[in-house]
């Protein structure tokens, strides 16, 4: 099983989250993205094999972090971590669903889009929470102009970010790393394009934080 991370956000500049239809295509991911130099996955919880590919990836990829995304009823922060997941995220947050992550004992980020939600998770103790959706929420100008007013805020923006707008986001003095499915492209994952994901995982690996 892979370790519980200190930071979140200072894992990797880039945080890969993927969606899987199939469950075969798990580990071959996961070691793809290890062999780029993206050591951490995001596995999101919208499809069927979510938890076993989290498993699966958990027992036969130990090198990876492992992650469960899309967090979104709290009965999954609970099914997430038995299945071996090592942190938490969530699009966005609510009381019960903030209360289910902490319960797992599990590092999480809780979704924000707004300065009020980013309020009301540092009042839950948050302080590393995910900016969702972040190209649609105000991307990077938005992220920029909260710094001042809520510094004790640091951000993992996801959302419509790509290999291009990443660099804008990691400068940033409040954005430890980005999220996106960029790295994990739909055909080349049913293709088994590995190397093209070692490649994509590679180029993200190599951008700079601020
Ligand atoms: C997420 O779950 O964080 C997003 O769906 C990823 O966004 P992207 O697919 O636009 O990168």
Redesign the pocket.
């Known amino acids: 099983m892979s370790s519980t991370p200190e930071s979140l956000l200072d894992l990797v500049p880039v945080v890969p989250?993927v969606v899987l239809d199939d469950l075969d295509a798990a580990v071959p991911v996961a070691r793809a993205l290890v062999a780029g130099g993206l050591p951490v996955i995001?596995l999101?919880l919208r499809t069927p094999v979510a938890l076993d590919a989290i498993r699966a990836i958990a027992d036969e990829v130990p090198e990876i972090t492992i992650g469960a995304?899309?967090v979104v009823e709290p009965h999954q922060a609970k099914e997430a971590a038995s299945a071996g997941a090592s942190f938490l995220?969530s699009?966005g947050a609510t009381p019960t669903l903030l209360g289910a992550m902490r319960d797992t004992g599990l590092p999480f980020l809780p979704g924000t889009a707004t300065v009020s939600e980013v309020l009301a998770a540092l009042e839950h103790g948050c302080t590393e929470l995910?900016f969702?959706?972040a190209e649609q929420s105000g991307g990077a100008a938005f992220l920029q102009s909260i710094s001042s007013v809520v510094p004790a805020a640091r951000f993992c923006p996801?959302?419509?970010?790509t290999a291009a707008s990443a660099p804008t986001y990691l400068a940033l003095p409040n954005v430890g790393c980005v999220?996106?499915?960029?790295i994990t492209p739909a055909d080349a994952v049913r293709a088994g394009a590995w190397e093209r994901i070692s490649d994509l995982a590679g180029e993200a690996a190599a951008l700079a934080t601020a």
Do not use: L, Q, R, Y
């Not at 996801?158 to 970010?161: L, N, S, W």
């Open positions: 989250v995001e999101t995304g899309t995220v699009p995910k969702f959706p996801t959302g419509g970010i999220g996106g499915s960029w």
